[in-house]
């Protein structure tokens, strides 16, 4: 038996479009990741001023710098390697585990990835960000001692974050340096304390040479309520740029080094503030690291396929000559993607007695 109806053409095909493609968003929501609660750093807040930088050869690398290196460049004896890395969350936090939140710590799979980046560096000083509690401090400290690495001295500092520290490994003696200015800003009325506060200290290489080092974790680009988590980050810049300034004021020749994860990338304030005017002596240089495919980004938001350059190594005047640039890199051994969610960089000194 025929239908009474008869079905048009065009209409059947119009009918089926939004059908076809509801039935398609469909399976992509159900291929979708659950996107995890926010975590510090870890899973950054989209951001106005988040400029993300493709893994591209950057445009002011001119043609003698996209030349190839070596991942790991040798250095001789009387060089000095140090290394800054924010190791992301090398501590006990919550965490998804086989589809279920625990407080566990890191993850032994990353830990060991970890570990074989940094031993592959042979860093002489270790600058980390992002360690938990000293006895997280120790533990990296001593596996990394097990792989072969023996970094002695150590110093464990930070601000008003009880969770996320900063922390050096040295094979030369630390000598910390107390900050008696308060780190704090007024917002909406309110005092702020710098979150991760600053490291400072030195590191005393026999008898005629020493290198300071300013180490910082600036405020995530996690939104904060009640109040700006960009001008909190610009105050925490503020802070250190007084405290290098102090410094730099007081010895204009010193051999001194900030480095950190800034959360921000090149082109706005708070990397500005930092480094200062370039007339000034007190002028902190940029140590633009490449790794050996000519590319700078240090941060993967795997979430949003982001790649970023928010950690910095920078250098005073006094320190320059000293930097070897061809063996100052950013490493990008096959552990570095499952050791952190942050590439290392790692500055070449060649000393010279003052």
Known sequence: MKSPFKLNPTLLAVGLIPLLILSSCQREQERSPIAEPEQEIAELAPSEETVAESPTVSEETDATETTSKPSTPQKSAEDIRFMAYNVENYLEMSRYVNGERRVTTKPEDEIGALVN??????????????????????????????????????????????????????????????????????????????????????????????????????????????????????????????????????????????????????????????????????HLEDVYLRDDRGTTWTHNWKYADIYSRFDYVLMSRGVRPEVDFKASYIPSTPDVSEASDHRPLVVTLTPVDK
Do not use: W
Not at 233 to 238: D, Q
């Open 117 to 282: 980046v940094i031993v592959a560096a042979k860093p002489d000083v270790l600058g980390i960000c992002e360690i938990g509690s000293i006895d997280d401090l120790k533990d990296l400290q001593s596996r990394l001692r097990t792989a072969g690495l023996d970094l002695p001295h150590h110093y464990h500092t930070g601000g008003d974050d009880p969770t996320r520290r900063l922390a050096l490994l040295s094979t030369f003696p630390i000598t910390p340096h107390e900050i008696s200015d308060p780190l704090e800003y007024p917002i909406n009325g309110s005092k702020v304390i710098m979150g991760r506060g600053i490291l400072d200290a030195t590191v005393t290489i026999g008898d005629n040479y020493s290198l300071r080092l300013l180490g910082v974790h600036l405020k995530s680009k996690r939104e904060v309520r009640g109040m700006d988590q960009a001008e909190m980050r610009k105050n925490e810049a503020l802070l250190l740029r007084h405290h290098a300034t102090a410094i730099l004021q007081e010895q204009p020749d010193i051999n001194l080094l900030v480095y950190g994860d800034l959360n921000e990338t090149k082109n706005n304030s708070p990397i500005q503030i930092v480094r200062g005017s370039g007339n000034d002596n007190s």
